[in-house]
């Protein structure tokens, strides 16, 4: 057995430990199965014996009949146990996936595709279920099937049993030199089908994209391409699994020729009797399927273990900290942030070079910049996305790492740039990660976040679907959807980066005073991308090249960072500094 063997099975039969009784008592059954049908050819000789010399054959009968019903009842019950033990266990597995998945850390989940990690759920964790029913029975079991077998015959008739074992021998020699060419196309097949998901889904994720830029005719043939690979891995890996079938056949066909000339010239010649020649044909029978069964399994076998080994690299993926559920916070005061000379960089170079801001509790502070600038970074540090590599951040006095992951969340509401919503309902996606909400509690975010006339006019309210990535709302009532839900958490820190970006200007003033109420009782962080969004912050930071260049409130800064008046004349279209006097005819 190879290294990479061993590890499989390994891998394996530590997912199956919990089913080994069920597994043994199914290779139990199976083994008695193949006992029973092993008792049939010396019966059947004894039976030709006994019409030869004209004696009783009754009791050979009924002997072979219950050979017969034991063998179809032991067999029957083998496959259902082994069958529902693998079914079982793919459940497990997939399972156990998904929660590696939903928990893997974010900087694993920026360097990987999810359209590819879709095909290590579903295609590449039905190979369990093959290792299960196919491969284990084959090994398990027809191994010692094919040993007895040979025993059997070598009790027959040795001359025999060399003729047989020399067309064995070659059958396996030559599926030696081929079961590595099944486990290099089957593993070529499963990445194959592995990128095709993953394009499927990027398309599928821009089709708005693709469609208003014209770009079908460049998709299609990304698409074909990627199905043209899986054909092709496809089809090696079928070439030479028809080689392995049809060796296997081929020698099926050989042994039989070869006793059948041999045994009839022995019977002719007085060395045995036609009933030991009866009992060996059936015996021959009774190895090759069991040989069959056998290459079919390691041909299985090439093939399962690529998607287990598929499957182990994902679950090795590095997943975030414990997720245990947090306690009930009986402080629901707002959180003071702080970062104290925080480095942090995405692997390509660094990108907070010794950031120093602190936004008090209860207070909305902004953090402004040119793209690139790191203000978003920041957003991530602070959910602990990503962890910083020098410097401290300080949440409500105390070191973000001190926090527990879940406690220090359930605090922290957060609206993401793209403000993403879920399939489902309008309802699914407001108590998104909550509980135990009320109507009344529903109709104040809604409230809020100015979406209850919204609500209100849709024929099914709050139970209204809200299509594939919430493809019947507009970008607006996208965002302000986000906003609900993150309101709903009730939290001591509010995040929200460009909030506002899709909203029109009657809604962003309103969104803007909702956000200044509430800062009573939170703080609050934005990300502003555009400045009209922060005008009236408490504090605005203004990063540059990853470091805070300047703080102060809008009129400060404009007043006094000449980055921050250009900044502010390129994007409010010629709004001056409040300073001065606005020049006629400018835009809002």
């Known amino acids: 057995m190879t290294r990479h063997s061993a590890a499989v099975w390994r891998t394996f039969l530590g997912w199956a430990r919990p089913y080994r009784a069920r597994l043994a008592l199914g290779l139990v059954l199976a083994l008695l199965s193949a006992a029973s049908v092993l008792a049939l050819p010396p019966a059947t000789q004894r039976l030709v014996g006994q019409i030869a010399d004209g004696d009783r054959t009754a009791g050979s009968v009924l002997l072979i009949v219950a050979l017969v019903l034991a063998n179809l009842l032991l067999n029957a019950g083998s496959w259902f146990l082994l069958d529902r033990t693998g079914v079982t266990l793919t459940r497990d597995v997939r399972q156990r996936l998904a929660s590696r998945l939903v928990r893997l850390g974010i900087p694993a989940f920026d360097r990987l595709r999810p359209g590819d990690l879709l095909s290590r759920a579903t295609a590449d964790a039905a190979s369990v279920d093959d290792l299960t029913t196919y491969v284990l029975v084959g090994l398990g079991v027809h191994i010692p099937v094919i040993v007895a077998v040979l025993v059997f015959m070598a009790w027959l008739d040795l001359l025999l049993l060399g003729l047989t074992l020399a067309v064995v021998v070659l059958s396996f020699l030559v599926f030696r030199l081929v079961a590595p060419m099944i486990r290099n196309a089957s593993m070529a097949t499963a990445e194959a089908v592995g990128t095709l998901s993953a394009d499927l889904e990027r398309a599928l994720g821009a089709l708005r994209t693709i469609r208003a830029f014209g770009a079908e005719r460049a998709e299609e043939a990304r698409l074909h391409g990627a199905a043209e690979d899986v054909r092709r891995a496809r089809t090696r890996a079928s070439l030479w699994e028809g080689v392995s079938a049809n060796v296997t056949g081929l020698t099926y066909q050989l042994a039989l020729l070869t006793v059948l000339t041999a045994g009839a010239a022995r019977v002719a010649a007085g060395t045995i009797e036609a009933g030991v020649l009866v009992a060996f044909l059936l015996y021959v029978f009774y190895l090759i399927g069991p040989m069959q069964n056998v290459i079919q399994a390691l041909a299985s076998y090439q093939s399962a273990s690529a998607g287990v080994t598929r499957i182990a690299e994902a679950l090795a993926y590095p997943a975030e900290p414990g997720h245990d559920p947090p306690e009930p916070q009986a402080d629901r005061s707002p959180l003071s942030v702080r970062f104290d000379s925080v480095r942090f960089g995405y692997g390509a170079g660094p990108v907070l070079r010794g950031l120093d801001f602190s936004a008090a509790a209860g207070t909305v502070t902004a953090l402004a910049g040119a793209s690139g600038a790191g203000k978003s970074t920041v957003f991530g540090l602070i959910e602990r996305f990503y962890e910083h590599e020098d410097g401290r951040i300080l949440v409500g006095g105390r070191d973000i790492r001190e926090w527990p992951l879940a406690q220090l969340r359930q605090a922290i509401g957060y609206v993401e740039q793209d403000a993403p919503v879920l399939a489902g309902t309008i309802r699914d996606n407001l108590t998104f990660g909550v509980s135990d909400v009320t109507d009344a509690e529903l109709a104040e975010v809604l409230r809020m976040a100015r979406l209850d006339r919204f609500v209100a006019a849709l024929p099914d309210g709050l139970d209204t679907p809200v299509g594939h990535r919430?493809?019947?709302?507009?970008?607006?009532?996208?965002?302000?959807?986000?906003?609900?839900?993150?309101?709903?958490?009730?939290?001591?820190?509010?995040?929200?980066?460009?909030?506002?970006?899709?909203?029109?200007?009657?809604?962003?003033?309103?969104?803007?005073?909702?956000?200044?109420?509430?800062?009573?009782?939170?703080?609050?962080?934005?990300?502003?991308?555009?400045?009209?969004?922060?005008?009236?912050?408490?504090?605005?930071?203004?990063?540059?090249?990853?470091?805070?260049?300047?703080?102060?409130?809008?009129?400060?800064?404009?007043?006094?960072?000449?980055?921050?008046a250009e900044l502010l004349a390129h994007q409010l279209g010629g709004l001056a500094p409040v300073s001065a006097p606005a020049p006629s005819g400018g835009a809002g």
């Open 470 to 564: 919430g493809g019947t709302l507009s970008g607006g009532e996208r965002q302000r959807l986000a906003i609900a839900r993150a309101l709903l958490r009730k939290p001591r820190l509010l995040l929200l980066d460009e909030a506002t970006s899709h909203l029109d200007a009657v809604n962003e003033a309103a969104l803007r005073d909702t956000v200044r109420g509430i800062a009573r009782s939170v703080t609050v962080l934005v990300v502003a991308h555009r400045l009209s969004t922060v005008v009236d912050a408490d504090r605005i930071v203004l990063l540059d090249r990853g470091v805070a260049r300047a703080v102060g409130t809008h009129e400060e800064l404009s007043r006094t960072d000449d980055l921050y």
